[in-house]
Protein backbone atom coordinates (compact mmCIF):
# COMPACT_ATOMS: atom_id res chain seq x y z
CA UNK A 1 0.00 0.00 0.00
CA UNK A 2 1.34 3.48 -0.80
CA UNK A 3 2.25 5.55 2.42
CA UNK A 4 -0.31 8.05 3.62
CA UNK A 5 0.87 10.72 5.27
CA UNK A 6 -0.82 11.90 8.64
CA UNK A 7 -0.72 11.68 12.26
CA UNK A 8 -1.73 8.09 12.07
CA UNK A 9 1.51 7.11 12.34
CA UNK A 10 2.19 8.56 14.77
CA UNK A 11 -0.14 6.88 16.84
CA UNK A 12 0.90 3.37 15.77
CA UNK A 13 4.47 4.23 16.58
CA UNK A 14 2.96 5.49 20.31
CA UNK A 15 1.49 1.72 19.90
CA UNK A 16 4.56 -0.40 18.76
CA UNK A 17 2.61 -1.22 15.78
CA UNK A 18 4.46 0.86 12.79
CA UNK A 19 6.54 -1.81 10.78
CA UNK A 20 9.84 -1.41 9.18
CA UNK A 21 8.58 -0.51 6.11
CA UNK A 22 5.74 2.20 7.66
CA UNK A 23 2.70 0.33 7.21
CA UNK A 24 0.50 -0.31 10.42
CA UNK A 25 0.46 -3.86 12.16
CA UNK A 26 -2.62 -4.97 13.69
CA UNK A 27 -2.91 -5.09 17.38
CA UNK A 28 -2.40 -8.05 19.42
CA UNK A 29 -6.28 -7.77 20.37
CA UNK A 30 -7.41 -8.16 16.87
CA UNK A 31 -5.11 -11.08 15.66
CA UNK A 32 -5.95 -13.20 18.81
CA UNK A 33 -9.92 -12.35 18.38
CA UNK A 34 -9.58 -13.55 14.83
CA UNK A 35 -7.52 -16.58 15.81
CA UNK A 36 -10.48 -17.50 18.69
CA UNK A 37 -13.13 -16.95 15.84
CA UNK A 38 -11.12 -19.54 13.39
CA UNK A 39 -10.90 -22.02 16.00
CA UNK A 40 -13.62 -21.51 18.03
CA UNK A 41 -11.56 -21.12 21.00
CA UNK A 42 -13.31 -18.95 23.50
CA UNK A 43 -11.54 -15.81 23.82
CA UNK A 44 -10.31 -14.36 27.29
CA UNK A 45 -8.60 -11.63 25.49
CA UNK A 46 -10.93 -8.99 25.17
CA UNK A 47 -12.22 -7.41 28.02
CA UNK A 48 -16.34 -7.25 27.41
CA UNK A 49 -18.80 -9.15 29.17
CA UNK A 50 -20.95 -11.76 27.61
CA UNK A 51 -23.98 -11.33 29.75
CA UNK A 52 -26.06 -8.22 30.17
CA UNK A 53 -26.15 -5.79 32.45
CA UNK A 54 -29.34 -4.87 35.17
CA UNK A 55 -32.54 -4.69 33.30
CA UNK A 56 -33.99 -1.70 34.33
CA UNK A 57 -30.85 0.06 32.64
CA UNK A 58 -31.65 -1.77 29.69
CA UNK A 59 -35.36 -0.84 29.70
CA UNK A 60 -34.44 2.32 30.56
CA UNK A 61 -32.98 2.96 26.86
CA UNK A 62 -35.20 0.43 24.89
CA UNK A 63 -37.40 3.66 26.66
CA UNK A 64 -36.20 6.53 25.70
CA UNK A 65 -35.78 5.50 22.14
CA UNK A 66 -39.27 5.05 22.05
CA UNK A 67 -40.12 8.20 23.55
CA UNK A 68 -38.39 9.57 21.15
CA UNK A 69 -34.40 10.90 22.60
CA UNK A 70 -32.79 10.49 19.62
CA UNK A 71 -31.54 13.60 18.61
CA UNK A 72 -28.38 15.64 19.37
CA UNK A 73 -28.15 15.93 23.36
CA UNK A 74 -26.68 18.86 25.16
CA UNK A 75 -22.89 18.98 24.23
CA UNK A 76 -21.83 18.11 27.95
CA UNK A 77 -24.35 15.60 28.40
CA UNK A 78 -27.93 15.67 29.04
CA UNK A 79 -28.31 17.88 32.34
CA UNK A 80 -30.26 14.68 34.22
CA UNK A 81 -26.90 12.07 33.33
CA UNK A 82 -24.51 14.78 34.81
CA UNK A 83 -26.46 15.02 38.17
CA UNK A 84 -26.83 11.83 38.33
CA UNK A 85 -22.29 11.81 37.54
CA UNK A 86 -22.37 14.08 40.43
CA UNK A 87 -24.38 12.59 42.68
CA UNK A 88 -22.50 9.37 42.36
CA UNK A 89 -18.67 11.24 43.20
CA UNK A 90 -20.54 12.31 46.36
CA UNK A 91 -22.80 9.06 47.08
CA UNK A 92 -19.28 7.09 46.74
CA UNK A 93 -16.62 9.43 47.67
CA UNK A 94 -18.09 12.70 49.13
CA UNK A 95 -16.61 14.54 46.29
CA UNK A 96 -18.94 17.60 45.53
CA UNK A 97 -19.34 18.45 41.98
CA UNK A 98 -20.87 21.11 39.70
CA UNK A 99 -22.64 19.09 37.31
CA UNK A 100 -23.19 21.87 34.85
CA UNK A 101 -19.49 23.12 35.06
CA UNK A 102 -17.52 20.30 36.75
CA UNK A 103 -18.72 17.23 34.55
CA UNK A 104 -18.38 16.26 30.97
CA UNK A 105 -20.00 13.16 28.92
CA UNK A 106 -17.66 11.71 26.88
CA UNK A 107 -17.56 8.83 24.66
CA UNK A 108 -16.67 6.35 26.50
CA UNK A 109 -13.70 6.92 28.73
CA UNK A 110 -11.73 6.17 25.98
CA UNK A 111 -13.01 10.05 24.66
CA UNK A 112 -12.05 11.50 27.76
CA UNK A 113 -8.75 10.29 27.87
CA UNK A 114 -7.97 11.44 24.18
CA UNK A 115 -9.50 14.72 24.51
CA UNK A 116 -7.85 15.35 27.56
CA UNK A 117 -4.40 14.59 26.16
CA UNK A 118 -5.03 16.28 23.09
CA UNK A 119 -6.63 19.22 25.14
CA UNK A 120 -4.00 19.74 27.75
CA UNK A 121 -0.66 18.75 25.96
CA UNK A 122 1.04 22.06 24.51
CA UNK A 123 4.09 20.45 22.40
CA UNK A 124 6.92 17.72 21.84
CA UNK A 125 8.51 18.49 24.78
CA UNK A 126 5.49 17.63 27.56
CA UNK A 127 5.86 14.22 29.32
CA UNK A 128 3.47 12.12 29.98
CA UNK A 129 4.20 9.64 33.06
CA UNK A 130 2.12 6.66 32.94
CA UNK A 131 1.93 2.73 35.29
CA UNK A 132 3.54 0.64 32.74
CA UNK A 133 2.05 -1.85 31.15
CA UNK A 134 -0.67 0.14 30.74
CA UNK A 135 -4.25 0.07 28.42
CA UNK A 136 -3.02 0.03 25.36
CA UNK A 137 -4.66 3.82 24.38
CA UNK A 138 -2.25 5.70 26.36
CA UNK A 139 0.28 5.29 24.04
CA UNK A 140 -1.45 5.70 21.30
CA UNK A 141 -3.09 8.92 22.70
CA UNK A 142 0.08 10.16 23.95
CA UNK A 143 2.16 10.23 20.58
CA UNK A 144 -1.57 11.48 18.89
CA UNK A 145 -1.14 14.64 20.75
CA UNK A 146 2.63 14.83 20.71
CA UNK A 147 3.99 14.27 23.67
CA UNK A 148 6.78 11.97 24.55
CA UNK A 149 5.38 8.82 27.00
CA UNK A 150 7.42 8.13 30.37
CA UNK A 151 6.45 4.83 32.11
CA UNK A 152 6.90 4.05 35.15
CA UNK A 153 7.08 0.21 35.58
CA UNK A 154 5.01 -1.96 37.82
CA UNK A 155 6.65 -5.20 38.96
CA UNK A 156 5.58 -8.59 40.37
CA UNK A 157 4.43 -9.54 43.09
CA UNK A 158 1.67 -6.77 43.68
CA UNK A 159 2.42 -4.55 40.77
CA UNK A 160 3.07 -1.36 42.94
CA UNK A 161 6.02 1.38 41.20
CA UNK A 162 8.58 1.11 43.11
CA UNK A 163 8.93 5.36 44.97
CA UNK A 164 12.58 6.09 43.50
CA UNK A 165 11.54 5.06 40.01
CA UNK A 166 8.42 7.29 40.31
CA UNK A 167 9.89 10.06 41.73
CA UNK A 168 12.63 10.05 38.99
CA UNK A 169 9.94 9.97 35.80
CA UNK A 170 8.15 13.27 36.94
CA UNK A 171 10.15 16.47 36.37
CA UNK A 172 9.56 19.91 35.31
CA UNK A 173 8.65 18.53 31.64
CA UNK A 174 5.74 16.28 33.50
CA UNK A 175 2.17 18.02 31.45
CA UNK A 176 0.56 15.00 33.07
CA UNK A 177 0.46 11.73 35.08
CA UNK A 178 -1.98 9.01 34.27
CA UNK A 179 -3.11 7.23 36.10
CA UNK A 180 -5.50 3.62 35.92
CA UNK A 181 -7.14 2.50 38.86
CA UNK A 182 -7.86 -0.08 39.38
CA UNK A 183 -5.43 -1.26 36.84
CA UNK A 184 -5.72 -2.74 33.81
CA UNK A 185 -3.80 -5.12 32.74
CA UNK A 186 -2.62 -6.06 36.01
CA UNK A 187 -5.46 -6.01 38.33
CA UNK A 188 -3.66 -4.07 41.01
CA UNK A 189 -5.19 -1.07 43.27
CA UNK A 190 -2.46 1.61 43.98
CA UNK A 191 -1.49 2.05 47.86
CA UNK A 192 -2.31 5.07 49.77
CA UNK A 193 1.48 5.54 49.58
CA UNK A 194 1.59 5.42 46.08
CA UNK A 195 -1.17 7.71 45.73
CA UNK A 196 0.15 10.19 48.37
CA UNK A 197 3.46 10.35 46.50
CA UNK A 198 1.40 11.03 42.51
CA UNK A 199 -0.25 13.79 44.60
CA UNK A 200 3.36 15.28 46.05
CA UNK A 201 5.03 14.83 42.53
CA UNK A 202 1.87 16.78 40.71
CA UNK A 203 1.87 19.30 43.17
CA UNK A 204 6.35 20.16 43.39
CA UNK A 205 5.75 20.09 39.56
CA UNK A 206 2.64 21.53 38.53
CA UNK A 207 1.45 18.65 36.64
CA UNK A 208 -2.23 17.49 35.96
CA UNK A 209 -3.51 14.56 37.28
CA UNK A 210 -5.59 12.26 35.31
CA UNK A 211 -7.23 9.23 36.55
CA UNK A 212 -8.81 6.08 34.39
CA UNK A 213 -11.52 4.72 37.11
CA UNK A 214 -13.23 2.89 34.87
CA UNK A 215 -13.13 -0.38 37.15
CA UNK A 216 -14.11 1.86 40.15
CA UNK A 217 -16.97 -0.64 41.16
CA UNK A 218 -14.93 -3.55 40.59
CA UNK A 219 -12.86 -3.60 43.82
CA UNK A 220 -12.49 -6.80 45.66
CA UNK A 221 -11.23 -6.22 49.29
CA UNK A 222 -11.97 -2.44 50.34
CA UNK A 223 -13.25 0.61 48.54
CA UNK A 224 -12.35 2.42 45.87
CA UNK A 225 -10.57 5.52 46.80
CA UNK A 226 -10.41 8.38 44.00
CA UNK A 227 -7.83 10.80 43.86
CA UNK A 228 -9.78 13.44 43.39
CA UNK A 229 -11.29 12.74 46.79
CA UNK A 230 -8.40 14.08 48.32
CA UNK A 231 -8.66 18.00 49.39
CA UNK A 232 -4.95 18.45 48.30
CA UNK A 233 -5.69 16.97 44.61
CA UNK A 234 -9.09 17.86 43.77
CA UNK A 235 -7.51 21.41 42.15
CA UNK A 236 -5.49 19.68 39.41
CA UNK A 237 -7.01 16.24 39.08
CA UNK A 238 -9.69 15.25 35.89
CA UNK A 239 -11.22 11.86 36.83
CA UNK A 240 -12.26 9.74 33.67
CA UNK A 241 -15.01 6.64 34.65
CA UNK A 242 -17.17 4.98 32.06
CA UNK A 243 -20.46 3.25 32.23
CA UNK A 244 -19.09 0.15 29.92
CA UNK A 245 -17.18 -1.61 32.72
CA UNK A 246 -19.50 -1.42 35.42
CA UNK A 247 -23.24 -2.13 33.59
CA UNK A 248 -21.98 -4.64 31.17
CA UNK A 249 -22.68 -1.42 28.51
CA UNK A 250 -19.42 -1.24 26.48
CA UNK A 251 -20.87 -1.12 23.60
CA UNK A 252 -23.00 1.93 24.36
CA UNK A 253 -19.52 4.37 24.91
CA UNK A 254 -20.83 6.28 27.42
CA UNK A 255 -17.91 7.60 29.73
CA UNK A 256 -17.58 11.12 31.03
CA UNK A 257 -14.26 13.25 32.97
CA UNK A 258 -15.10 15.48 36.00
CA UNK A 259 -12.98 17.65 37.99
CA UNK A 260 -12.32 21.63 38.24
CA UNK A 261 -14.06 23.52 35.57
CA UNK A 262 -11.22 25.05 33.65
CA UNK A 263 -9.80 21.68 33.37
CA UNK A 264 -13.22 20.18 31.98
CA UNK A 265 -13.69 23.05 29.66
CA UNK A 266 -10.52 22.35 28.06
CA UNK A 267 -11.31 19.16 27.53
CA UNK A 268 -14.45 20.24 26.44
CA UNK A 269 -12.77 22.53 23.83
CA UNK A 270 -11.39 19.36 22.11
CA UNK A 271 -14.23 16.78 22.49
CA UNK A 272 -16.52 18.81 20.66
CA UNK A 273 -14.77 18.74 17.66
CA UNK A 274 -14.06 15.05 18.02
CA UNK A 275 -17.69 13.51 18.55
CA UNK A 276 -20.07 17.06 19.07
CA UNK A 277 -22.30 14.95 21.64
CA UNK A 278 -22.68 11.50 22.63
CA UNK A 279 -25.64 8.75 22.17
CA UNK A 280 -29.05 10.84 23.16
CA UNK A 281 -30.81 7.63 24.53
CA UNK A 282 -27.66 5.88 26.62
CA UNK A 283 -27.69 9.15 28.82
CA UNK A 284 -30.76 8.34 30.70
CA UNK A 285 -30.74 4.89 30.51
CA UNK A 286 -26.76 5.30 32.40
CA UNK A 287 -28.35 8.01 34.52
CA UNK A 288 -30.52 5.47 35.95
CA UNK A 289 -27.73 2.87 36.60
CA UNK A 290 -25.61 5.32 38.28
CA UNK A 291 -28.84 5.45 41.29
CA UNK A 292 -29.25 1.88 41.36
CA UNK A 293 -29.19 0.92 45.31
CA UNK A 294 -25.37 0.25 47.21
CA UNK A 295 -26.64 -3.66 47.06
CA UNK A 296 -26.69 -3.78 43.26
CA UNK A 297 -22.80 -2.40 42.98
CA UNK A 298 -21.72 -4.37 45.77
CA UNK A 299 -22.82 -7.89 44.13
CA UNK A 300 -21.22 -6.58 41.12
CA UNK A 301 -17.97 -6.48 42.37
CA UNK A 302 -18.79 -9.70 44.61
CA UNK A 303 -19.66 -11.64 41.27
CA UNK A 304 -16.51 -10.30 39.54
CA UNK A 305 -14.40 -11.69 42.20
CA UNK A 306 -15.91 -15.23 42.32
CA UNK A 307 -15.29 -14.92 38.67
CA UNK A 308 -11.60 -14.23 39.45
CA UNK A 309 -11.54 -16.90 41.89
CA UNK A 310 -12.96 -19.69 39.51
CA UNK A 311 -11.09 -18.57 36.56
CA UNK A 312 -7.55 -18.67 38.78
CA UNK A 313 -8.22 -22.10 40.08
CA UNK A 314 -8.62 -23.09 36.29
CA UNK A 315 -5.47 -21.54 35.78
CA UNK A 316 -3.64 -23.27 38.57
CA UNK A 317 -4.48 -26.69 37.29
CA UNK A 318 -3.66 -25.57 33.96
CA UNK A 319 0.27 -24.84 35.32
CA UNK A 320 -0.29 -20.97 35.34
CA UNK A 321 1.35 -19.56 38.54
CA UNK A 322 -1.58 -16.80 38.63
CA UNK A 323 -1.10 -13.24 40.36
CA UNK A 324 -4.79 -12.65 42.36
CA UNK A 325 -6.19 -9.55 41.17
CA UNK A 326 -7.80 -6.88 43.82
CA UNK A 327 -9.90 -5.48 40.97
CA UNK A 328 -10.88 -4.43 37.71
CA UNK A 329 -11.82 -7.17 34.50
CA UNK A 330 -8.33 -9.17 34.41
CA UNK A 331 -6.06 -11.99 36.16
CA UNK A 332 -2.34 -12.13 35.30
CA UNK A 333 -1.08 -15.29 35.62
CA UNK A 334 3.21 -16.75 34.59
CA UNK A 335 3.56 -18.82 32.13
CA UNK A 336 7.19 -19.58 32.46
CA UNK A 337 6.85 -23.41 33.24
CA UNK A 338 4.35 -23.57 31.24
CA UNK A 339 6.41 -22.30 28.68
CA UNK A 340 9.36 -24.05 29.17
CA UNK A 341 6.90 -27.57 29.75
CA UNK A 342 5.45 -26.74 26.17
CA UNK A 343 8.85 -25.78 24.47
CA UNK A 344 7.38 -22.44 23.70
CA UNK A 345 9.72 -19.46 24.17
CA UNK A 346 7.56 -16.80 25.95
CA UNK A 347 3.84 -15.75 26.93
CA UNK A 348 3.60 -13.97 23.59
CA UNK A 349 4.35 -17.64 21.72
CA UNK A 350 2.16 -19.74 23.95
CA UNK A 351 -1.21 -16.91 22.98
CA UNK A 352 -0.25 -17.83 19.40
CA UNK A 353 -0.68 -21.35 19.88
CA UNK A 354 -3.68 -21.61 22.69
CA UNK A 355 -6.69 -21.56 20.37
CA UNK A 356 -5.38 -24.11 18.54
CA UNK A 357 -3.60 -25.95 21.47
CA UNK A 358 -6.47 -25.67 24.39
CA UNK A 359 -9.45 -23.67 22.77
CA UNK A 360 -8.65 -20.52 24.80
CA UNK A 361 -7.49 -17.20 23.67
CA UNK A 362 -5.46 -14.72 26.10
CA UNK A 363 -3.15 -11.95 25.70
CA UNK A 364 0.48 -11.80 26.40
CA UNK A 365 1.42 -8.89 28.46
CA UNK A 366 3.70 -7.29 26.46
CA UNK A 367 1.03 -6.10 24.33
CA UNK A 368 0.49 -2.96 27.00
CA UNK A 369 4.27 -2.68 27.51
CA UNK A 370 6.63 -0.25 25.40
CA UNK A 371 8.77 -2.19 23.03
CA UNK A 372 12.16 -1.73 24.85
CA UNK A 373 10.98 -3.25 28.25
CA UNK A 374 8.80 -6.10 26.67
CA UNK A 375 11.45 -8.57 28.14
CA UNK A 376 10.68 -7.74 31.85
CA UNK A 377 7.09 -9.22 31.20
CA UNK A 378 7.71 -11.71 28.58
CA UNK A 379 6.04 -14.78 30.27
CA UNK A 380 3.10 -13.03 31.71
CA UNK A 381 -0.39 -13.18 30.05
CA UNK A 382 -3.66 -11.60 30.76
CA UNK A 383 -6.76 -13.75 31.18
CA UNK A 384 -10.06 -11.82 31.16
CA UNK A 385 -12.68 -13.08 33.89
CA UNK A 386 -15.62 -10.93 32.90
CA UNK A 387 -17.43 -13.63 31.38
CA UNK A 388 -20.23 -16.46 32.60
CA UNK A 389 -19.85 -18.68 34.95
CA UNK A 390 -20.19 -21.49 32.60
CA UNK A 391 -17.68 -20.08 30.09
CA UNK A 392 -15.16 -19.80 32.82
CA UNK A 393 -15.96 -23.46 33.84
CA UNK A 394 -15.44 -24.69 30.03
CA UNK A 395 -12.23 -22.39 29.76
CA UNK A 396 -10.60 -23.91 32.76
CA UNK A 397 -11.91 -27.34 31.48
CA UNK A 398 -10.19 -27.01 28.10
CA UNK A 399 -6.93 -25.07 29.90
CA UNK A 400 -6.70 -28.48 31.92
CA UNK A 401 -5.42 -30.40 28.79
CA UNK A 402 -2.20 -28.41 29.09
CA UNK A 403 -1.30 -30.32 32.46
CA UNK A 404 -0.67 -33.18 30.74
C1 LIG B 1 -8.21 1.01 31.74
C2 LIG B 1 -9.21 1.27 30.69
N1 LIG B 1 -9.52 2.52 30.37
C3 LIG B 1 -10.43 2.80 29.42
C4 LIG B 1 -11.08 1.79 28.73
C5 LIG B 1 -12.05 2.14 27.66
O1 LIG B 1 -13.27 2.47 28.20
P1 LIG B 1 -14.47 2.86 27.21
O2 LIG B 1 -14.93 1.60 26.55
O3 LIG B 1 -15.48 3.46 28.12
O4 LIG B 1 -13.94 3.82 26.22
C6 LIG B 1 -10.77 0.46 29.03
C7 LIG B 1 -11.40 -0.63 28.28
O5 LIG B 1 -10.94 -1.75 28.24
C8 LIG B 1 -9.82 0.19 30.04
O6 LIG B 1 -9.51 -1.06 30.38
Request: charged residues 20%; proline residues 7%.
Given at each position: ????????????????????????????????????????????????????????????????????????????????????????????????????????????????????LLALIDGPDD???????????????????????????????????????LRRAVGPRTR?????????????????????????????????????????????????????????????????????????????????????????????????????????????????????????????????????????????????????????????????????????????????????????????????????????????????????????????????????
Open positions: MRHIPGAWSRAARGAGLLAPDGTAVATIFAEMSALAASTGAINLGQGFPDEDGPQVVLEAARDAIARGVNQYPPGRGTPDLRAAIAEHQQRFYGIRVDPDREVLVTAGATEALSATEVVVFEPYYDAYAACVALAGARLVPVPLRRPDFQPDPDELILINDPHNPTGAVFATEVLDEVVRLAERHDAVIVTDEVYEHLVFDGVHVPIAAREDAWHRTLTISSAGKTFATTGWKVGWVSGPAELVDAVLAVKQWLTYVNGAPFQPAIAVGLRLGDDVFRKMAAGMRGKHMLLGDGLRTAGFDVIPPRGGYFTVADAAELCARLDVVDADALCRILPERAGVAAIPLTAFVTPEHRAEYATLVRFAACKRVDVIDEASRRLATLAG
